[in-house]
């Protein structure tokens, strides 16, 4: 797996556009966050569509043609410097399929930021853009909103890439060793339901993999990985690191499972790693080549996320 391409990074004034591919964004978030992003100096431009409700699904922030047509726009607006999700939820795979691929590649590079259920979109701007992406906090996000650390770590990645190149797990070695890669990865239910699908990579061959997810009992987390290895996904990983499980089982049972699951793989496996859905989550750049050391629990990138 090669690098990908790194947008530039931010620099005070910069626009940022924020959209709502997934579900309905609350308004008093988005005006929270909106206040942090100013606060940075930067001018966040909110898509016309962002807080929309769908008539039918109200779990959709709006139309599926009207979400794409939201993040086609900001894309390709050439005064745009960064587009950032507002949140996840649910509402992306719906949506991918309305995107003009060939405009957004014209666009050229620049800074595009969520999780969640934002990673078939991580995954999408891989295989189709050769982008790297920011899996982070969303500007309507309560984590966002009201952690310092998940902020400063954003802000220091869009800003100042090269002060944040080291991750450290507060966690376990779960299989020791070193390994290299290209990260890749979010959030494992969305993984699994991208399989086969149009904007998925065929393999993570040669990835570092980065793995978490919410609200999951042990038995679904069992039946998304054991998906992905039947799939022959996970063939030729090089290492993997985890992030959060919140409101999912007993932590003990989730590190069981992933032992379980994928101990046999033979590579470095390491938890606890601080991103995802847990409060003060760090924000990581899938796409850049780095290095995991999971007895020392560092993943240390061999260059800064952003240009």
Not at 7 to 33: F, Y
Not at 85 to 107: K, N
Not at 225 to 248: K, P
Request: aromatic share 6%; charged share 20%.
């Amino acid at each position: 797996m090669k690098a990908l391409v790194r947008p530039r990074r931010l620099a005070p004034g910069a626009r940022v556009a924020v959209v709502a591919p997934s579900g309905p964004v609350p308004e008093e978030r988005l005006q929270a966050g909106l206040d942090i992003l100013r606060g940075w100096d930067l001018e966040p431009v909110v898509a016309p569509h962002v807080l929309d409700r769908h008539g039918t699904f109200d779990y959709l922030a709006g139309t599926d043609a009207d979400r794409a047509a939201d993040l086609q726009s900001a894309w390709c607006d050439p005064t745009v410097d960064a587009v950032l999700c507002a949140r996840g939820g649910y509402g992306v795979q719906r949506m991918t399929g309305l995107l003009d691929w060939d405009a957004l590649l014209a666009a050229g590079p620049k800074v595009f930021l969520g999780f969640s259920d934002i990673t078939a979109l991580h995954e999408a701007f891989a295989t189709r853009l050769g982008l790297v992406t920011l899996h982070g906090p969303m500007a309507a996000g309560i984590d966002f909103i009201k952690n310092a650390r998940a902020q400063e770590h954003l802000r220091a990645t869009l800003f100042e890439p090269e002060s944040v190149r080291t991750l450290t797990s507060s966690g376990q070695t779960l299989v020791p060793g070193r390994a290299r890669g290209v990260l890749l990865g979010g959030c494992l239910s969305l993984l699994a339901a991208d399989l086969g699908t149009p904007h998925a990579r065929p393999s993570a061959r040669g990835g570092l993999l980065c793995l978490e997810d919410v609200n999951e009992e042990t038995y679904r987390l069992d039946r998304y990985l054991t998906q992905l290895l039947r799939a022959g996904w996970l063939d030729g990983v090089t290492g993997v690191l985890l992030g959060s499980w919140e409101r999912c089982d007993p932590y003990d049972r989730i590190r069981a499972l992933v032992l379980d699951r994928l101990g046999g793989l033979g590579v470095p496996i390491a938890e606890e790693f601080g991103f995802g859905h847990c409060e003060g989550a760090l924000t990581v750049p899938f796409g850049v080549p780095a290095e995991l050391d999971a007895e020392a629990g560092t993943l240390t990138l061999d260059v800064p996320a952003l240009a």
